[in-house]
């Protein structure tokens, strides 16, 4: 087997590993494309675990692209959301080509991994999102097993402390989802406000490219639900539930393009969070069939 087929064979579980640790697929492309490059320098035929080497690989790759991403997202203007992920089966969905509802590619996690810092985030997706063992991880991060041992010890602590209330089931997940959308048609504060948690957090993500957009998180049932009826009946948009980043979801379309999509949290059957990307740069791979090309 050539090196070109035998990568070909771990893209997708390198694809998933990137995006869980950069939150953007085009970012995630690139550190897949660049772990590529090394392996094809490299002399493979001494490799005994492929598998291995690459996850380290693209690793790397990613923990020194997070230093300059976050230092880009600090002036972001308003809330920073990953690049929706909308249909399903798809590689950045992995590793192991995981069923729905994995919370580790939810928007709600990934944006709260935004906040570790890259050591930490990378300690944690290796170990947590992995399984690899510490000493894989270690070598990866570039320091010792025991400094690799508390920087995951402190991302657990943070996600244990700031992580959403999640549901890990299919339907209620959907079924709380499709509420949503049918009170957004009818049009009915009280109606929307009674799918949706009296906490509930609305961040939209414009990128300073969309008029109207929040530019903080929203905080409340009712503030919520009149915020997004307001919105709802500014123009003409063509609503559909669809996969998005491995739960169901909303994806916006008007005039033939998409102009938005919604992923959510959910909590036994309301909506805790509800992340609203509709910034243009992010939307450009959702074709018009819903599906992320």
């Not at 805790?272 to 819903?290: A, C, M, Q, S």
């Amino acid at each position: 087997m050539d090196d070109a087929t035998e990568f070909e064979r771990h893209r997708a579980h390198l694809t998933g590993v990137a995006y869980r640790m950069l939150g953007t697929l085009a970012d995630a492309e690139d550190a897949v494309q660049e772990a590529y490059l090394r392996f094809a320098r490299s002399d493979t035929a001494a490799l005994r675990d492929v598998r291995g080497w690459l996850t380290t690989a693209v690793a790397r790759i990613c923990l020194d692209e997070l230093g300059s991403a976050r230092a880009r997202r600090e002036s972001y203007v308003g809330p920073w959301l990953p690049e929706p992920v909308v249909g399903s089966p798809h590689p950045a969905l992995g590793p192991e080509e995981r069923v729905t509802l994995d919370e580790s590619v939810s928007m709600a996690m990934l944006v709260l991994l935004e906040s570790l810092s890259p050591a930490e985030r990378t300690s944690f997706v290796l170990r947590d999102v992995l399984g690899l063992p510490y000493g894989e991880v270690a070598r990866t991060v570039g320091r010792s097993e025991a400094a690799c041992r508390q920087l995951v010890a402190r991302a657990r602590a943070h996600v244990r402390r700031h992580a959403p209330r999640f549901t890990p089931d299919h339907d209620q997940h959907t079924g709380a989802v499709k509420a949503f959308l049918a009170a957004c048609v009818h049009g009915q504060v009280e109606e929307l406000v009674r799918v949706l948690d009296p906490d509930v957090v609305l961040r939209s993500d414009g990128g300073g490219l969309v008029s109207g957009v929040a530019r903080r998180p929203v905080v409340g049932a009712d503030r919520v639900a009149r915020l997004l009826l307001a919105v709802a009946g500014r123009g003409r948009v063509e609503p559909a539930v669809r996969p998005v980043n491995g739960a169901a979801g909303v994806v916006f379309g008007a005039d033939g393009e998409v102009v938005g999509v919604m992923g959510f949290t959910v909590a036994g059957h309301v909506i805790t969070e509800i992340d609203f990307v509709l910034n243009p740069e992010k939307l450009g791979r959702v074709g018009p069939t819903g599906e992320t090309q």
